[in-house]
T-cell receptor, first 118, second 110 residues
Framework: GAGVSQTPSNKVTEKGKYVELRCDPI?????LYWYRQSLGQGPEFLIY????????DSGLPNDRFFAVRPEGSVSTLKIQRTERGDSAVYLC????????????????FGPGTRLTVL | GESVGLHLPTLSVQEGDNSIINCAYS??????FIWYKQESGKGPQFIID?????DKRQGQRVTVLLNKTVKHLSLQIAATQPGDSAVYFC?????????FGSGTRLLVRP
């Protein structure tokens, strides 16, 4: 079946502009995660959705970052007034259920959106 | 595709040899530890996980060892193949978050 898809694959924008990054999770997966990966680093957690609600947004770096998942499936990560330091690969992952500690609920990652802020 | 680790530690092995990749973790409360493989331009791909109450788990050609005393995790790949060339990350699960460690680039020499 189809995996997690993310669009666009690459996004180049100018400093100060607004961008939206889209994630289509695996069908039926209720949990969705956004991570950010800077060059040479491991992914860093940004936000976690269970269904339509953001269960934990503690990883969002500041209030320029916002994410939604209005119907519990597709999610959009929105970045306002982009800065050069926002340049990174933004990864989305989904998992079947809400991890409850009863077994490991594997997170399946998409290919990422590479954001470049000039 | 983008290179995910320009300045990462690199392990170079001969095709057919065994590879051992090491990782230190920080949170004693983490309940699962996971190894991911990431190829250039792709997202991380799950390899194997181990629960915190175990010290060893085997998969197909891979073995993960967990030493909670020194907070150390290792991934052993048997009979390394060219397709194993990638960046490898360890991660620990704290609640639902994955906390990734720094990666290691594995290069397989033909």
């Amino acid at each position: 079946g189809a995996g997690v898809s993310q669009t666009p694959s690459n996004k180049v924008t100018e400093k100060g502009k607004y961008v939206e990054l889209r994630c289509d999770p695996i069908s039926g997966h209720t949990a969705l995660y956004w991570y950010r990966q800077s060059l040479g680093q491991g992914p860093e957690f940004l936000i976690y959705f269970q269904g339509t609600g953001a269960a934990d947004d503690s990883g969002l770096p500041n209030d320029r970052f916002f994410a939604v998942r209005p119907e519990g499936s597709v999610s959009t990560l929105k970045i306002q007034r982009t800065e050069r330091g926002d340049s990174a690969v933004y990864l989305c992952a989904s998992s079947l259920t809400s991890p409850s500690g009863q077994g490991f609920d594997e997170q399946f990652f998409g290919p990422g959106t590479r954001l470049t802020v000039l | 595709g983008e290179s995910v680790g320009l300045h990462l530690p690199t392990l170079s092995v001969q095709e057919g040899d065994n590879s051992i990749i090491n990782c230190a973790y920080s949170n004693s409360a983490s309940d699962y530890f996971i190894w991911y493989k990431q190829e250039s331009g792709k997202g991380p791909q799950f390899i194997i996980d181990i629960r915190s109450n175990m010290d060893k788990r085997q998969g197909q050609r891979v073995t993960v060892l967990l030493n909670k005393t020194v907070k150390h995790l290792s991934l052993q790949i048997a009979a390394t193949q060219p397709g194993d060339s990638a960046v490898y990350f360890c991660a620990e699960r704290s609640s639902y978050k994955l906390i990734f460690g720094s990666g290691t680039r594995l290069l397989v020499r033909p």
